[in-house]
């Protein structure tokens, strides 16, 4: 008996690349957090409660979607005792402070009297902090026996909302003796077209770092609240500080030998056409980035979701429309490689620009589906050209939509 060898035809490919992308996108949902399900923290029934000074009003260490413990989402990792107002200036007015010793508050101490106008070499390189917006997230406290849920008192960020930042959400406590934060690292991503967290660990490490040695500071420390999430394990940083605080108002391409020069060059003049296809798709991605960050600091005063605005439509628009204009009369195999190839690199580059060292596998699944519907819609362009199957162009559109629509209603 002969063994007859299977070679599989041309639409294997772009059969086995309609699957990937149907199994990205459903990994990426079924690993998502269901929006309608909340974020279900999966601890105990009973709430976790803490109290960041003695004697006084009592803290829910989490946030919370909603006005319920369902809907939790990150833990509270940074605690700072004394007045909320002194507290709010030490954030963002840092070298205007000035404080005495509550033991002679006329005078002070020699000692006391040569911290209180401290020069910025004693203040040193503090966080540079600015006004933020961000969706609305409570938490909840219990004073005097009574439970009431709150939203933010203030929220602030150090970096660019279309960018990467430092972003924390602070809660002050209702009779004024101390604010709880929850700081994070986190991203715009402009097909979720919201901010993605990517950690909080190494936004608490900066604010404690921010805190560790100001003359205005009394104690930093760390606390068992027990509330871990994300990257963190639950240990609260406590910053306290001094008992009166009176306010007085920042490729290399080396190296290569000539021979591998030329190898390239004739490589692009071979594929001119598939080259230009990969650059305007790495250009256009890292350009729109780059736009968003630009015009938010030019025009501070406008809300940065009206900047998003339009560059979300020329990221929608252009990239299957790159795709689908240079992919006409290309090599099919090299229009895919160089569309994914590109577009993979853009999106390698835009994370390490923003500093994202950990990216969420449901984002990664997401991107999968997006670098297989742009990759079939260059290929599908070549089937077009030809007269020949649409099948490859169709299911890259229907993905490309389906990548678009599955974030923007909160599935991914």
Same mark, same amino acid.
């Given at each position: 008996?002969?063994?007859?060898?299977?070679?599989?035809?041309?639409?294997?490919?772009?059969?086995?690349?309609?699957?990937?992308?149907?199994?990205?996108?459903?990994?990426?949902?079924?690993?998502?957090?269901?929006?309608?399900?909340?974020?279900?923290?999966?601890?105990? &029934?009973?709430?976790?409660?803490?109290?960041?000074?003695?004697?006084?009003?009592? +803290?829910?260490? =989490?946030?919370?979607?909603?006005?319920?413990? &369902?809907?939790?989402?990150?833990?509270?990792?940074?605690?700072?005792? $004394?007045?909320?107002?002194?507290?709010?200036?030490?954030?963002?007015?840092?070298?205007?402070?000035?404080?005495?010793?509550?033991?002679?508050?006329?005078?002070?101490?020699?000692?006391?009297?040569? /911290?209180?106008?401290?020069?910025?070499?004693?203040?040193?390189? &503090?966080?540079?902090?600015?006004?933020?917006?961000?969706?609305?997230?409570?938490?909840?406290?219990?004073?005097?026996?009574?439970?009431?849920?709150?939203?933010?008192?203030?929220?602030?960020?150090?970096?660019?909302?279309?960018?990467?930042?430092?972003?924390? /959400?602070? =809660?002050?406590?209702?009779?004024?003796?101390?604010?709880?934060?929850?700081?994070?690292?986190?991203?715009?991503?402009?097909?979720? +077209?919201?901010?993605?967290?990517?950690?909080?660990?190494?936004?608490?490490?900066?604010?404690?770092?921010?805190?560790?040695?100001?003359?205005?500071?009394?104690?930093? &420390?760390?606390?068992?609240?027990?509330?871990?999430?994300?990257?963190?394990?639950?240990?609260?940083?406590?910053?306290?500080?001094?008992?009166?605080?009176?306010?007085?108002?920042?490729?290399?391409?080396?190296?290569?030998?000539?021979?591998?020069?030329?190898?390239?060059?004739?490589?692009?003049?071979?594929?001119?056409?598939?080259?230009?296809?990969?650059?305007?798709?790495?250009?256009? =991605?890292?350009?729109?980035?780059?736009?968003?960050?630009?015009?938010?600091?030019? +025009?501070?005063?406008?809300?940065?979701?009206?900047?998003?605005?339009?560059?979300?439509?020329?990221?929608?628009?252009?990239?299957?429309?790159?795709?689908?204009?240079? $992919?006409?009369?290309?090599? /099919?195999?090299?229009?895919?490689?160089?569309?994914?190839?590109?577009?993979?690199?853009?999106?390698?580059?835009?994370?390490?620009?923003?500093?994202?060292?950990?990216?969420?596998?449901?984002?990664? +699944?997401?991107?999968?589906?997006?670098?297989?519907?742009?990759?079939?819609?260059?290929?599908?362009?070549?089937?077009?050209?030809?007269?020949?199957?649409?099948?490859?162009?169709?299911?890259?559109?229907?993905?490309?939509?389906?990548?678009?629509?599955?974030?923007?209603?909160? =599935?991914?």
């Amino acid at each position: 008996m002969t063994d007859v060898e299977y070679e599989p035809g041309p639409k294997a490919a772009w059969t086995a690349a309609a699957v990937l992308l149907v199994a990205a996108l459903t990994g990426a949902v079924v690993l998502s957090e269901w929006p309608l399900w909340g974020v279900g923290g999966g601890g105990p &029934s009973e709430p976790n409660i803490v109290q960041p000074e003695e004697n006084g009003s009592e +803290l829910w260490p =989490y946030t919370s979607r909603g006005t319920s413990y &369902s809907q939790r989402t990150l833990g509270i990792n940074v605690v700072i005792v $004394g007045d909320t107002e002194n507290v709010h200036q030490a954030m963002v007015e840092r070298s205007e402070l000035e404080w005495r010793d509550p033991d002679d508050p006329e005078t002070g101490s020699e000692e006391t009297q040569n /911290r209180s106008n401290p020069d910025r070499e004693q203040l040193g390189e &503090s966080i540079d902090w600015g006004r933020a917006r961000g969706a609305v997230r409570y938490t909840q406290v219990i004073v005097e026996g009574q439970r009431r849920w709150v939203d933010e008192s203030y929220q602030l960020h150090s970096g660019t909302y279309l960018g990467q930042r430092m972003h924390v /959400r602070a =809660y002050e406590d209702p009779k004024g003796e101390w604010t709880a934060m929850q700081a994070h690292t986190e991203h715009w991503d402009w097909f979720r +077209l919201r901010h993605t967290v990517t950690g909080i660990s190494d936004a608490q490490r900066d604010v404690e770092q921010d805190f560790m040695d100001a003359p205005f500071v009394e104690e930093v &420390s760390r606390k068992p609240y027990e509330n871990g999430s994300a990257d963190s394990e639950g240990w609260v940083t406590v910053i306290r500080l001094w008992a009166f605080l009176f306010a007085g108002l920042g490729l290399a391409l080396s190296g290569r030998s000539e021979r591998a020069f030329r190898t390239a060059e004739q490589l692009v003049r071979r594929h001119r056409r598939e080259v230009t296809l990969g650059a305007t798709l790495f250009a256009l =991605y890292l350009g729109v980035r780059a736009a968003g960050i630009g015009l938010e600091t030019a +025009l501070p005063w406008v809300n940065p979701k009206i900047i998003a605005a339009p560059l979300y439509v020329a990221l929608v628009v252009g990239l299957p429309g790159l795709a689908y204009h240079f $992919g006409r009369g290309t090599n /099919r195999v090299w229009a895919f490689t160089h569309a994914v190839g590109a577009l993979g690199t853009a999106f390698i580059v835009d994370f390490a620009v923003m500093g994202v060292s950990v990216v969420p596998m449901p984002v990664v +699944l997401h991107r999968v589906a997006v670098l297989s519907s742009i990759g079939l819609i260059a290929v599908g362009s070549t089937f077009l050209a030809e007269d020949d199957d649409r099948l490859p162009l169709v299911i890259g559109l229907i993905g490309w939509i389906a990548a678009l629509a599955l974030p923007a209603f909160g =599935y991914i």
